[in-house]
């Protein structure tokens, strides 16, 4: 018998975690307080549950995010009551946002306890606003054979909700009056003689993750018409599908019997599966800097693949464009910050693939269009150029120091051909995910990309990455800045399996104001908005017995990055001169940019 019979808390804890563990729950993340004591023991004494405790809330919740997002399962959350359930916030609006399965399980004081400043009693009643896809008040614990059977079903359909139609937060408030040790009360310890567990728990079924749209039909008037386009366009944005090699293969499937090109995000896996996608164009950024190409590039119809890319100058392009466009999302939220009159086709790109087969009409070879072969000559050009700028930077900066050798942008390039295949990658937000976009050199690594672009912000980024991670070998690429918001990160290692590598750009603040109108505004631009700091980055490691490297060279990342080791933390700091890579940045953009302009008007696509 797995239900704990020792007293009424106790018992609802068990039944509360038996309910989950039944629906498909594997991971519990528990940080310490006294109110969420039942909750604790209940899951920590689970036989089939990973159960890992982690001190700091906002550390927990990221951990979880990331957790959840790799295997498309909710994992749990449980805290005390008070403040200890704010700190799950913010990864309670990036679970949101970005459609991620999370279980907020806050204890909380009895209601005669409220508003009469007891200790560690607040109002945590829809403490989450309108983030959570459910959020219950839970009865207070009740021995009884119905109130038990309301916990259990109220259990299944949080789960549920966190799964089914659009994933996200559900949000359980617990209250439990004392005791909250296990400590024996005879009469609760009296209903197991004959309470019938099995009866019990007979209709609890696994619910395992529900793939939206996979059973939507593409009309296939609308695939004649797109079928009839010489000029149209696939744009993908960032995407962590539950398969990236069936999402990457059908992307290439429909592309290349469109015969449209891909403009695919560096957030995306398809610049990892370069094989399955001969249309694939990675350097739009770059190219849509240049007036004339933009010009001259203007599609008859766009279709989006989720979200869009992160480029602003991809967006101002779409946004100045009147043609007609759709959108492949399967969830109900709205995905087009342009506001556009796009057409949203609640369905996956891999349901529309599958629709091809059903149609019988795909062709033995690519289609080729002059459209696409423009943006293909464009894309190869630009490649070219790319590596010989890096290749040429690195032979050029051997005399230098070694602190200015190491440009910022070049840290994407390099990862994007030197790390072990498969390798889960972690980006974070600011700088990173646009030099990621910039400069990823598609491959046929198959690293697959994992972010927090759902809200963007830079918070929680280490123990998200940690939650990726765990019980894998991965990668962090971040900035310095984002990994000093999060350090307390590092106290999950006891209690985590698995090896992360962080590459830690240290550029001695926040380097993505450098290239935003306010960098010309000094002061108050390096205090207030870079954020300057000093911060000892070997020694914070010594402090939570974390590795710590300082690269030297290419050549030193390199060979640090292929073979990972198995296990353990470690962080390759490459000390970086913000106001130098960002004066490359503008400067090799528009070098980039401005090199076709000789031959646009020489080249006909239309």
């Known amino acids: ?52 405790p982690i001190l700091d809330e906002r550390s927990a919740s990221f951990f979880a995010l990331g957790l959840a997002r790799r295997t498309g399962l909710p994992v ?23 459609r991620v399965p999370l279980l907020l399980l806050t204890a909380d004081c009895p209601p005669e306890s409220l508003h009469c400043h007891a200790g560690q009693a607040v109002d945590q009643v829809h403490l989450y606003s309108h983030y959570p896809n459910w959020q219950v ?25 966190s ?27 009296d209903l197991a ?46 995407a962590i599908p539950a398969c990236a090699l069936t999402y990457c293969r059908a992307v290439g499937v429909l592309s290349q019997h469109l015969g449209w090109p891909v403009l695919a995000e560096g957030l995306s896996p398809l610049r990892n599966y370069l094989s399955l996608n001969p249309f694939l164009i990675s350097t739009y950024d770059i190219v849509l800097r240049n007036p004339d190409l933009a010009a001259q590039l203007k599609p008859s119809f766009i279709l989006r693949l989720g979200e869009l890319p992160t480029s602003k100058m991809l967006r101002l392009w779409i946004q100045a464009l009147s043609v007609p466009q759709w959108i492949v999302e399967p969830s109900d939220h709205n995905v087009d910050p342009l506001h556009s009159s796009a057409i949203h086709l609640r369905t996956t790109i891999e349901a529309i693939a599958q629709g091809l087969f059903q149609f019988s009409v795909l062709p033995d070879s690519p289609v080729s269009k002059p459209y696409t072969h423009y943006w293909l000559n464009l894309e190869l050009s630009l490649r070219q150029v790319i590596a010989h700028t890096f290749q040429q ?45 910039l400069f990823w050199q598609p491959g046929q690594l198959e690293v697959q990309p994992y972010f927090n672009r759902g809200a963007n912000g830079i918070e929680g980024i280490l123990s998200c990455a940690l939650g990726v991670t765990h019980h894998r070998q991965g990668v962090l690429l971040t900035g310095d800045l984002a990994l000093l918001h999060d350090t307390n990160g590092f106290l999950i290692q006891p209690h985590w399996q698995g090896h992360l590598t962080i590459v830690l750009v240290n550029n001695n603040g926040g380097g993505i104001f450098e ?5 010309s505004f000094d002061p108050p631009f390096e205090t207030f908005f870079v954020t300057s700091q000093r ?70 696509i239309r």
């Open 1 to 52: 018998m797995t239900l704990d019979f020792r007293n009424v808390n106790m018992l609802w804890a068990s039944v509360l975690v038996e309910t989950l563990a039944q629906c498909g729950l594997r991971t519990v993340i528990i940080c310490p307080g006294s109110r969420s004591a039942p909750l604790a023991i209940a899951f920590a004494q689970h036989p089939t549950l990973e159960a890992i």
């Open 76 to 98: 749990a959350l449980v805290c005390t009551s008070g403040t200890a359930g704010a700190n799950f916030y913010p990864a309670v609006i990036e679970a949101h946002e970005s």
């Open 137 to 161: 008040d839970l009865a207070l614990p009740v021995a009884e054979p119905q109130m038990l059977a309301y916990l259990r079903q109220t259990v299944i359909q949080g789960w549920e909700r």
């Open 163 to 189: 799964l089914h139609g659009t994933p996200g937060p559900v949000h359980f408030n617990l209250p439990f009056r004392e005791p909250l040790a296990p400590t024996l009360d005879p009469q609760v310890a």
């Open 193 to 238: 003689q004959w309470f019938d567990e099995p009866l019990f728990f007979q209709g609890v079924q696994p619910q395992p993750a529900e793939h939206p749209g996979e059973r939507a039909c593409l009309d296939s008037a609308l695939l004649e018409e797109w079928r009839g386009c010489d000029r149209g366009l696939i744009i993908a944005g960032p």
């Open 393 to 437: 930077q690195e032979i050029q900066s051997k005399s230098a120091s070694s602190e200015m050798a190491l440009n910022e942008s070049k840290i994407a390039w390099v990862l994007s051909q030197s790390l072990p295949p498969q390798t889960p990658l972690f980006i974070s937000n600011s700088m990173p995910v646009r030099d990621i976009e």
């Open 515 to 519: 290239m935003l109108p306010v960098a």
């Open 535 to 604: 911060a000892d980055f070997a020694q914070i490691c010594a402090a939570y017995q974390v590795e710590h490297v300082i690269i030297q060279s290419w050549k030193d990342l390199v060979a640090r990055l292929n073979p990972l080791p198995i296990t353990g933390i470690r962080v390759l700091e490459v000390r970086c001169n913000r106001k130098a890579d960002a004066q490359w940045r503008k400067d090799t953009l528009a070098r980039l940019s401005s090199n076709f302009s000789a031959t646009v008007t020489q080249l006909n």
